[in-house]
Every structure is written in C-alpha cells, then in structure tokens.
C-alpha cells in the first residue's frame, strides 16, 4: 500500500505557519507528498525548496501557483481554499490521499495504527475516506478549546477512486455531485495550532484570511489593519478554554521551546456572550454521555467491522 499526502501553503513565514513541522509529521507516514505553493510575498517558497532538499526524503513534490487574488470572486467565502486543495489533491498518484493543512500535525504516536487503517480498509470500496478527532489550541501550547464552536472531527484521508473534492474553504471533503463520503474513524488526531502564533503574525494572518470570505477590507480598516472580524484575533478567555494535559508531536518541540509571547489563561479577564448561554448546557450534555447534540457533520458515519 501506498499513501499520497498533499498540502498547500501561502505566505507561511510571514503568517508563522507550522509548516515544516506539518510536513515533517505527514513524511512518516506518506510515500509522496505534494505542496501547492501559492505565490506569495516572503520566501515561503524558497524555504519550502530548501526543505524538501535537505529533509524532504525524495518524497515532496512542490509546485508554486497564482491565487489571482486580484478578482473579486477569488475572495468569497473562502473558496479560493478549497480550488487550490484541489489542485494538490489532483496531483496525487495513489488512492489513499491523507490532507493536512498547515497549520495542522500529525502525532507520531497515531502514525502505526492510522496506517493499519488505511491498510485495512483499502479494499473496501464502501469506505471513501478517515475521520480524524480535532485537538484544537488557542492562545498557547497548554490551552485547549474543547467546547462545540470547535469541531470535534474532519475527514482527512480520502480515496481518489471516490471522487472526493475540497469544498467550501477546504474544511472537508464531498463526492463529485456534492454528496457526503462515507468514512470510518481513524483512531488518529489532528493537533491544530491555527491559533497559536504571536499576536502580530495572528492579527496579519487574519487580516489576510479574513479577506478570502469577506473580500478586499473597508480603507477605514487597511489604514489601521483591522481584519473584517474585528479583534477576534486577540487571545480571550472564554467558555470551553481548558488546560492541555497530553503531549505534543515530538516535531512540535523546538517550535513549543522557542514561544516568543505570553498569554496566561488563569490571568485574563473572563469574555462572555449571548452564544456562549446555548453552548453551556450543550457541553454539559455532552460531558455527561458522550453525544454532541446537533451536531453539523459534512459526512456519514459508518460502524466499523
């Protein structure tokens, strides 16, 4: 059996993604990798050659790719996402295709037993894809966020025989005409660290990301560079924060050792909203069984054999 993985990038420097750390924890497990770089304004590019040399195994595959940015409709509800996940997905050469994101790792705990899944259902055709469980973080490296505004699992491994394609702004996958994969859960985690970068590369990111669902920024906002969100990039202490008591990809060490900002949960000032009145009961519900009510899920579950 072999494995494809594909990503994409953009920008990764100056935006602090954990880029080569994301790739690192897909090298263990894939037998190719492809990297869709978008044209950007650092030397994401340049890095990303340097790396795969030097640490890509012979196995990363990278090609450079215009967002044209510069038309309107590239930057509604952040399509633009899932067009260039596509565009990687498409060059991938084997069935089994596993998809992170930048900012999204792998565990080398979770690899042996993602692979024997993999292996195990490859030949099941009613299988289309793996369910991965979301390890989320916010605001630093022992902080979690655990209630239902976070989701709980992503399909991250599809099989190209499917016909899966990256829809919305990449968040998952569907078939061709629009229908839901069927997947099993892969025992393995994502660790997700979108939002843990300094508060400046956080501010810029978003200003950034912001644009690709909302469009270009109001001149009022540029001038200052305040994203359409507002300061939803400022770290805030609010319902389903909690502390992380496990253990981070070893690929994550350096990265973690070298945090270059503080942000302290026990010290901020508690953010409240009206939202957070429907979340509270829910989550309660949900540590209680097991079960999250209501739950949005872009795919059907099966039971495994």
């Given at each position: 059996m072999k494995v494809s993985g594909f990503t994409l990038i953009r920008n990764g420097i100056s935006f602090d993604y954990p880029w080569k750390e994301s790739i690192l924890s897909l090298l263990l497990l894939v037998d190719e990798l492809v990297v869709n770089v978008g044209v950007g304004t650092d030397e994401t590019l340049t890095e990303i050659k340097k790396f795969a040399k030097e640490l890509g195994q012979g196995k990363i595959k990278i090609f450079e790719n215009d967002w044209q940015l510069d038309r309107p409709?590239?930057?509604?509800?952040?399509?633009?996402?899932?067009?260039?996940?596509?565009?990687?997905?498409?060059?991938?050469?084997?069935?089994?295709?596993?998809?992170?994101?930048?900012?999204?790792?792998?565990?080398?705990?979770?690899?042996?037993?993602?692979?024997?899944?993999?292996?195990?259902?490859?030949?099941?055709?009613?299988?289309?894809?793996?369910?991965?469980?979301?390890?989320?973080?916010?605001?630093?490296?022992?902080?979690?966020?655990?209630?239902?505004?976070?989701?709980?699992?992503?399909?991250?491994?599809?099989?190209?025989?499917?016909?899966?394609?990256?829809?919305?702004?990449?968040?998952?996958?569907?078939?061709?005409?629009?229908?839901?994969?069927?997947?099993?859960?892969?025992?393995?985690?994502?660790?997700?660290?979108?939002?843990?970068?300094?508060?400046?590369?956080?501010?810029?990111?978003?200003?950034?990301?912001?644009?690709?669902?909302?469009?270009?920024?109001?001149?009022s906002l540029e001038s200052k560079r305040t994203p359409h969100t507002g300061d939803n990039y400022k770290y805030k202490k609010f319902w389903g924060l909690r502390t992380f008591l496990g253990t981070h990809p070893n690929v994550m060490k350096d990265r973690i050792d070298k945090k270059g900002w503080h942000w302290n949960l026990s010290e901020s000032p508690w953010v409240f909203s009206l939202k957070d009145l429907k979340k509270i009961p829910l989550d309660l519900i949900e540590a209680v069984t097991g079960h999250r009510l209501f739950e949005y899920c872009c795919y059907k579950l099966k039971r495994e054999r």
């Amino acid at each position: 059996m072999k494995v494809s993985g594909f990503t994409l990038i953009r920008n990764g420097i100056s935006f602090d993604y954990p880029w080569k750390e994301s790739i690192l924890s897909l090298l263990l497990l894939v037998d190719e990798l492809v990297v869709n770089v978008g044209v950007g304004t650092d030397e994401t590019l340049t890095e990303i050659k340097k790396f795969a040399k030097e640490l890509g195994q012979g196995k990363i595959k990278i090609f450079e790719n215009d967002w044209q940015l510069d038309r309107p409709e590239k930057k509604r509800g952040g399509l633009i996402l899932s067009e260039q996940t596509n565009l990687a997905l498409d060059r991938c050469q084997n069935d089994w295709c596993v998809y992170l994101q930048a900012d999204e790792i792998l565990h080398e705990d979770d690899i042996s037993i993602l692979r024997r899944n993999l292996l195990k259902y490859q030949n099941h055709p009613e299988v289309e894809g793996l369910l991965f469980d979301y390890v989320h973080f916010y605001g630093s490296y022992d902080v979690i966020q655990v209630s239902r505004s976070a989701y709980r699992r992503e399909v991250r491994a599809v099989k190209k025989s499917s016909g899966a394609k990256s829809v919305g702004d990449a968040q998952s996958f569907r078939k061709k005409d629009g229908t839901k994969l069927s997947v099993v859960r892969s025992e393995a985690r994502v660790f997700h660290y979108g939002w843990v970068r300094t508060p400046e590369a956080m501010r810029e990111k978003t200003f950034f990301m912001d644009q690709l669902y909302h469009g270009e920024p109001i001149l009022s906002l540029e001038s200052k560079r305040t994203p359409h969100t507002g300061d939803n990039y400022k770290y805030k202490k609010f319902w389903g924060l909690r502390t992380f008591l496990g253990t981070h990809p070893n690929v994550m060490k350096d990265r973690i050792d070298k945090k270059g900002w503080h942000w302290n949960l026990s010290e901020s000032p508690w953010v409240f909203s009206l939202k957070d009145l429907k979340k509270i009961p829910l989550d309660l519900i949900e540590a209680v069984t097991g079960h999250r009510l209501f739950e949005y899920c872009c795919y059907k579950l099966k039971r495994e054999r």
